[in-house]
């Protein structure tokens, strides 16, 4: 039985009652709500291999009445579709970027903090600021290490039983992008961390410390397959109004995509000039002139801020 508090408090819940949908019948409620079909037997072998409520992300922005999912007058199916094809290759190209950016951080993560702490400072507390947050990577590193079946690892445990990981430069190739972004903003020696910093051309850790964990939270996105066209992002990186290279200015909305583009360009041109990003992100929007750049947080003129250009 509830207590008198839990009743006080106790709101009645529904239950779910509604039951799969044939897809003939799913295209049936999408007309009746006033999407447009150019090829109904087409749109059925789509549905057929991407679900209904993955592509009800890309078709939300057309209703116009959010309650009821009536669209607005010429909404089209084959913009959907279109929608989607952009935020797939979208996500391939942030996906690859962010890949070598944390590669970079791991090898200097690793260079920088080993040399000045020796081959196991990740596994000691004290060097940490909040033990929680110790406890949950030492736990992560300890399952990722159990995971892999990498030579190098193999080869370590058949030689070495004591200390129970190997060095931070053959534990750390293993530790997840969150893991490792969390192991530098818990470490306490932020002069180290400054260090790290000016490496990817920022001036302080704490902006590298926000560009990070966005990057991260939004690498999971795309791990997963998620949305990250027109959608707003839970960690929002700071955006200083000046940098060492070229940069952008005036306001920028920190919780659009937008924002973690720059961030990636920036970071990207601090590590390798000849990395082809931004080419690749103008020739993409340059393919789909149907996507509203405006919902992932461009301005109108973006293209002449001199980080892009």
């Known amino acids: 039985m509830r207590t008198r508090a839990e009743l006080i408090f106790y709101i009645p819940m529904k239950t779910y009652t509604k039951q799969p949908i044939e897809i003939a019948d799913q295209i049936a409620i999408l007309k009746n709500r006033g999407l447009v079909f150019d090829d109904e037997y087409s749109a059925a072998e789509y549905l057929r291999i991407i679900s209904y409520f993955r592509l009800a992300n890309y078709w939300k922005p057309m209703e116009s009445d959010k309650v009821n999912h009536i669209f607005k007058p010429n909404s089209n199916f084959e913009n959907v579709l279109t929608l989607y094809r952009f935020d797939k290759e979208l996500r391939c190209l942030i996906f690859s970027a962010i890949q070598s950016i944390e590669i970079a951080l791991r090898a200097k993560v690793t ?124 960690w929002k990186p700071r955006l200083p109004k000046k940098l060492q290279r070229p940069w952008i200015h005036g306001m920028v909305s920190q919780e659009k995509l937008y924002a973690q583009l720059c961030c990636v360009a920036y970071l990207l041109d601090s590590i390798h000039s000849g990395y082809d990003f931004k080419q690749k992100l103008k020739a993409l929007l340059t393919d789909y002139p149907i996507v509203d750049i405006a919902a992932m947080g461009f301005s109108s003129s973006w293209y002449d801020e001199p980080l892009w250009k």
């Open 111 to 234: 260079q920088i903090i080993s040399s000045a702490y020796g081959a196991f400072w990740f596994a000691n507390a004290s060097l940490f600021s909040d033990t929680a947050i110790f406890d949950k990577c030492l736990t992560n590193i300890k399952d990722e290490l159990k995971r892999s079946k990498e030579d190098f690892l193999i080869e370590h445990f058949e030689k070495y039983d004591e200390p129970p990981y190997p060095p931070a430069w053959k534990t750390l190739e293993t530790s997840s992008f969150g893991t490792l972004s969390k192991l530098y903003c818990n470490f306490s020696d932020n002069s180290l961390k400054k260090q790290i910093a000016r490496e990817f051309g920022l001036p302080q850790h704490l902006y590298f410390e926000s560009w990070i964990r966005s990057l991260s939270v939004l690498r999971n996105y795309i791990a997963h397959h998620a949305r990250i066209w027109n959608r707003k992002y839970p």
